[in-house]
């Protein structure tokens, strides 16, 4: 089966994620309760969500503790892959690089969080989503 057919019999998950960075320019990943691999944090638009911004801020105040500085989000990409976490689901992915303010800790669904040198992750498992289509992109 080709790539086009999977994606075509695919079930789509859209979602909004984040680039967080840090001083030293590496990026942040987190790991849900799980889940073998790591991600971008963010996730799934609520009901009552305005838009793309207000998902991640809700999203990061819920999963990281943390506050998404206003006026920071930057539109990165679109990018979609298989869904790491669902077999059978494809994931769509609207990414915005952001700054948060506040300590960052693991909670809610977040099991462990990680920073990584976006152009050297080593041998961390890496969600196909972030590791060939946003990671690339932070070089």
Known sequence: MDASTTHDT?????????????????????RKRGAAVFQQPGGKRDAGDADDVATLARELREELGCAMVEGSARFLCRASAPAANEHGHLVEAEVYEVRVSGPLRAQAEIEELRWIDPRAPGALSIAVLSRDHILPRLG
């Open 10 to 30: 695919a079930k789509l998950i859209r979602i909004v994620a984040a680039v967080i960075r840090d001083e030293a320019g590496r990026t942040l990943l987190v």
